[in-house]
């Protein structure tokens, strides 16, 4: 079915990230998608937009690397008033559009010197009354960041907004690992689109331009330092390759005339032109940088090339692509800081020497591939939208037959200070929720208590078995408390209770968690000699009685440990719960404390955003009361 797809991007020096996302969108619009384009770079008359709704922002550009000052048509930094006009101009963007999908180039990945206008949006289309799915779009390589704070806000903010990161390469020639950290996490949520490069012909074809050498340098003044090396080559080439340059239109139009003032029989002078993918074919040898789109340019063309990749002010994108290319036989490369004439015409007669490459090894197949992902997140979020309206459809019931729905939450593992625990409490506490804590007795100590001690969050402890060990044969699914004397057990259990409360004082609960959510019905039996007046594992109450033992267990658990240990499929979990409130109003299920589990130490920030909303979305709900574990399990 067609979808409304709003696509966001600023290009700054050269005009490749607009290339590839104007591409991208015009794909979707011939699959019949509706497609908004929302550029907040300077207009480039050479880029495609047919097909596409294009809203152009109030246009910012950068001079040279200086990426964190961003310069308006004036040539001066712009201020509070452009900005604020750029956001509007999003924000009304997202209005008129109404889209199922949204995808920002680059972003989280960079552009972080526009991150208020990035997450304007993001925040607007997460309060629409359909939260549209939202991917991020990066190519192949990205620029390393210089700190590794910079990755974790990254990971932060994609967890916080994102469903996905659209990765436009094929891990076959390199994966977003070679350039940007990429840690479990991280992994599960790319997804590869391959390269995005449009139909173009091949085979080489007679011209007035065929068996030159060909010069390009993408559209801004970073690529001068190559048309002039390129110049001064052609000047003493040996050959009878004539060389001619094909200047981008961002380079100032002095610097133009000074190199089309070197023109000669030997070199031509001209600006970029439209059909230059068509002539590229047909050249004796490209020299250009290795951006991106010129890198899946020359691959379709099978063009013999030169590469000089752009490495002004620590950026390394370039150099890590031509490194990979280079790898794969595709190019000869010349680092920038080696770049002279001399050392230009001696990488031109190399690639001169060499036969054509063969067919591309490349997956070129990243405007369909773009395409099916987008599409996949609409239909996801879709999900996520019915699932959601479910748990509300099921919660107003219970609301109209004045039913109360008591909930409790409960985090398993617990055994020291650290900044998972940190980030649970301050949730626990802004949420203003009652929290169960599972602490493994012999793995914790007074360090705990002691930061339990300072936290206002509502946090009472519970007995998290002994030691958390699987006692399990082979084979059998893991568990600590059984496959041994249940007497012997019991009493560790009770010892273990004991400990915890000398080390939580009030805190602490008689009530048992076993770890996996596994006891054995034996060992289940003497809790109540021992002291316990509670038990808690996962799924319906009604499993077993023990005479002494209230029965409090968990019901929902976000994370998808068979899966990748990441969130579990969302509408699966909204339409569990859903189902089981349902029946609780329905009658067809006795009425029993809904208990929320999870894993703080395991937690990746796709489960902590998702949390943070469920909560939200029950706390919403006049049907719904969190309470403490002293009142679950009452």
Not at 112 to 118: G, I, K, S, T
Not at 262 to 279: G, K
């Amino acid at each position: 079915m067609p979808h409304a797809v709003l696509i966001v991007v600023t290009h700054l020096l050269g005009v490749g990230h607009l290339t590839r996302a104007a591409a991208l969108g015009r794909g979707l619009a011939q699959a019949g998608h509706d497609v908004t384009l929302v550029t907040g770079g300077r207009p480039a008359p050479l880029v495609r937009t047919d097909g596409l709704r294009v809203v152009q922002l109030p246009p910012v550009h950068c001079r040279g690397v200086d990426f964190r000052t961003l310069l308006g048509d004036d040539g001066q930094p712009i201020g509070d008033a452009v900005r604020r006009d750029r956001i509007d101009g999003i924000l009304d963007a997202l209005g008129t559009s109404r889209p199922d999908v949204v995808v920002t180039e680059t972003f989280p990945f960079g552009r972080r010197q526009l991150a208020a206008e990035f997450l304007a949006l993001l925040e607007a289309a997460a309060r629409r009354p359909v939260r549209p799915a939202v991917l991020a779009s990066v190519r192949d390589i990205l620029n390393p960041p210089s700190r590794p704070e910079k990755a974790a806000e990254a990971l932060e903010r994609l967890g916080a907004y994102y469903d996905g990161v659209l990765v436009h390469g094929d891990p076959a020639v390199t994966a977003l690992g070679a350039s940007w950290p990429v840690n479990e996490a991280l992994a599960r949520r790319l997804r590869y689109t391959g390269y995005v490069a449009e139909d173009r012909p091949a085979a080489p074809q007679v011209t007035d331009e065929s068996g030159e050498i060909f010069v390009s340098g993408g559209g801004s003044a970073a690529s001068l330092p190559l048309f002039r090396a390129a110049a001064d080559a052609a000047a003493t080439w040996p050959g009878a390759e004539r060389w001619r340059l094909f200047i981008g239109h961002g380079v100032p139009a002095a610097d133009f005339d000074a190199l089309a003032g070197r023109a000669s029989a030997r070199l031509v002078v001209e600006r970029a032109r439209a059909d230059f993918t068509r002539l590229l074919p047909g050249a004796a040898l490209s020299v250009s940088q290795a951006g991106y789109n010129t890198m899946i340019d020359l691959a379709i063309a099978r063009a013999r090339a030169v590469v000089v990749p752009f490495e002004q002010g620590n950026e390394a994108e370039q150099r890590l692509r031509a490194q990979c290319f280079a790898a794969s036989g595709l190019v000869e490369v010349v680092p920038e800081a080696d770049l002279t004439p001399a050392t230009l015409a001696a990488a031109a007669h190399r690639a001169l020497a060499k036969p054509r490459p063969a067919a591309s090894p490349l997956d070129l197949g990243g405007i369909e591939g773009g395409c099916r992902e987008i599409e996949a997140a609409a239909e996801a979020a879709t999900a996520v939208a019915v699932a959601e309206a479910a748990l509300d459809q099921a919660l107003d019931g219970a609301a109209k037959v004045g039913l109360t729905l008591d909930f409790w939450w409960r985090d398993d593992d617990a055994v020291a200070p650290g900044p998972a625990l940190d980030r649970l409490l301050t949730l626990a506490e802004t949420a203003d929720t009652p929290l169960a804590l599972a602490v493994i007795p012999a793995l914790t100590g007074p360090a705990l208590a002691d930061r339990l001690a300072t936290t206002a969050a509502d946090v009472a402890v519970l007995v998290h078995g002994l030691a958390h060990r699987n006692n399990a044969p082979p084979g059998a699914k893991k568990q600590e408390l059984g496959f041994g004397p249940p007497a012997s057990i019991a009493a560790d259990l009770g010892r273990a209770m004991a400990q915890c409360r000398a080390l939580f004082g009030t805190r602490a609960l008689p009530v048992l968690v076993p770890p996996w959510n596994r006891i054995d019905p034996a060992v289940a039996e003497l809790l109540p000699a021992q002291g316990f007046t509670g038990l808690s594992t996962f799924g319906p109450r009604a499993r077993w009685t023990v005479p002494g033992l209230s029965i409090a267990n968990t019901h929902l658990d976000p994370i998808d440990w068979h899966g990748g240990r990441s969130l579990a499929p969302v509408p699966a979990l909204l339409t569990g719960l859903a189902a089981r409130i349902a029946a609780i109003v329905d009658g067809r299920s006795p009425a029993e404390p809904l208990g929320i589990l999870t894993h703080h130490l395991v937690h990746d920030p796709w489960v902590w955003h998702w949390l943070e909303r469920l909560l939200r979305l029950l706390r919403r709900s006049p049907a719904v009361r969190f309470v403490g574990p002293a009142r679950a399990f009452e």
